[in-house]
């Protein structure tokens, strides 16, 4: 079993930072593979960014590459997404996800585990 839990949101200025972070409790954090998705009043829920439990990054989502880096700390349990240039269309509640097997995907139907969620707000 592994709980998430996000933190680090907030309301931020268009152009500003901000550092999401995803804690994890459980034995297997170090297999899991961890995603960030995002998810706006009345959208989808989209994929984010993704990283395996190697490092090794899964990719990043169009609408962010350049912009936001998932990392992760192996010896914390937690999984960061740094966030720059942010723009009002980047609001949302973030979610970290889980996969055990390892791999990830940009799927939502691969992750096991999922947290409560963060909200980011970016004022124009």
């Known amino acids: 079993q592994v709980q998430l839990v996000e933190s680090g949101g907030g309301l931020v200025q268009a152009g500003g930072s901000l550092r999401l972070s995803c804690a994890a409790s459980?034995?297997?954090?170090?297999?899991?593979?961890i995603a960030w998705f995002r998810q706006d009043a009345g959208k989808e829920r989209e994929f984010v960014a993704g990283?395996?439990?190697?490092?090794?990054?899964?990719s990043y989502a169009d609408s962010v590459k350049g912009r936001f880096t998932i990392s992760r700390d192996n010896a914390k349990n937690t999984v960061y997404l740094q966030m720059n240039s942010l723009k009002p269309e980047d609001t949302a509640n973030y979610y970290c996800?889980?996969?055990?097997?390892?791999?990830?995907?940009?799927?939502?139907?691969?992750?096991?585990?999922w947290g409560q969620g963060t909200q980011v707000t970016v004022s124009s």
């Open positions: 996800a889980g996969d055990l097997s390892g791999a990830g995907s940009s799927y939502r139907s691969e992750y096991e585990y």
């Open positions: 459980g034995r297997t954090f170090g297999r899991i593979a």
């Open positions: 990283i395996r439990w190697s490092g090794r990054v899964i």
